[in-house]
């Protein structure tokens, strides 16, 4: 009798710390996203969302559209296609369901981070230039990536695949993150630990020579639009990059990891930090892969021992704090 009195308390307070999670994140999502006027802040709209509001009213004006088939179906992004349309149709304002799509966004990212580290020092590792862009920016992509960490969330369930291709429809970018995972595993079931982020570190140059010389003979052959599109786009200077390489050596140095989850994740986020740097020295476009990983490289940076933890953190603050200034001063000018 009185273990089940103890069962029934325990799925009480576990449906209240739930409960309050979910609120948290709301509160969270709500504030970074509609009370912070990031735009006056900084002192322009972000690229990215103009070009998403055309296409917005382009579609909503039913102006013709590529048709796709054959293997570049894959390439359609059709999901993101018709989240525009409705957008188009239900929001007067399509900036506000631009916005909507940010705090889904943020909200999925967050349930995936709250989770896993303490929610006070992620929420404030979160809010970096480079995180901020991506989520009221970058909107296809910040929703495209948190799809596939709910995927990961129910990996050992059949709809997870449903969830992935769900991530790939609305944006195709998400096939480099899919391909990353699924060599990791492979490398992880094969290799003892330290050999699995060494490998990561190999594979994140191997990546960047094929976005290089690679990726655009690809695109080109199933005839998308994106094709080119790499060498259009600025990389980052390595000074930039730098910081997050030598996280990713800490890492592979000093973190202690227990389970299979949390290799993964860690060597998930060794490479893209690594390929950032390796992008930068090749001229190659990788900040979005830092940014994306954000949340994972918090989590990954949870697992080192309590020094070289509070050491990251502090220098992770620092970077941070010179982010914004670099920003804020290169939108005054």
Do not use: C
């Not at 179906?73 to 940010?102: M, Q």
């Not at 990561?200 to 599109?229: E, H, Q, R």
């Not at 992008?279 to 989590?299: C, N």
């Amino acid at each position: 009798m009185k273990t089940n009195q103890k069962e029934i308390q325990k799925k009480i307070f576990n449906s209240i710390d739930n409960f309050m999670l979910f609120v948290l994140i709301f509160i969270y999502s709500y504030l970074f996203v509609y009370t912070i006027p990031w735009v006056d802040i900084i002192g322009h709209d972000f690229a990215d969302l103009r070009n998403y509001l055309e296409r917005i009213e382009y579609l909503r004006m039913g102006l013709p559209e590529r048709e796709f088939s054959g293997i570049s179906i894959l390439f359609s992004e059709y999901l993101w296609k018709y989240i525009s349309i409705l957008i188009g149709e239900f929001f007067d304002n399509h900036r506000a369901g631009l916005y909507l799509v940010s705090f889904t966004s943020l909200s999925l990212y967050s349930f995936f981070t709250f989770r896993r580290v303490n929610i006070l020092l992620a929420g404030i590792l979160l809010l970096t230039p480079m995180f901020l862009d991506l989520i009221l920016g970058q909107i296809r992509m910040s929703l495209a990536f948190p799809t596939l960490l709910m995927a990961y969330e129910l990996r050992e369930k059949k709809i997870s695949f449903f969830v992935l291709v769900v991530a790939v429809f609305i944006h195709t970018g998400t096939l480099i993150f899919i391909g990353t995972y699924f060599i990791l595993k492979y490398i992880e079931n094969r290799f003892e630990y330290k050999k699995l982020y060494k490998y990561a570190m190999f594979w994140a140059f191997t990546m960047v020579i094929i976005m290089k010389y690679g990726i655009d003979i690809i695109l080109t052959a199933v005839n998308s639009p994106k094709a080119n599109y790499s060498s259009l786009i600025e990389s980052s200077s390595i000074s930039y990059s730098l910081p997050w390489f030598l996280i990713a050596l800490v890492l592979i140095a000093k973190a202690t990891y227990e389970t299979s989850q949390e290799r993964i994740i860690v060597a998930f986020s060794i490479t893209m930090m690594s390929f950032f740097l390796f992008a930068s020295i090749f001229g190659v476009y990788g900040q979005r892969y830092v940014a994306v990983s954000i949340p994972l490289i918090i989590i990954s940076i949870s697992y080192l021992p309590k020094h070289y933890k509070q050491a990251t953190i502090l220098a992770l603050l620092l970077y941070q704090f010179l982010q914004f200034k670099y920003w804020f001063n290169m939108t005054l000018v």
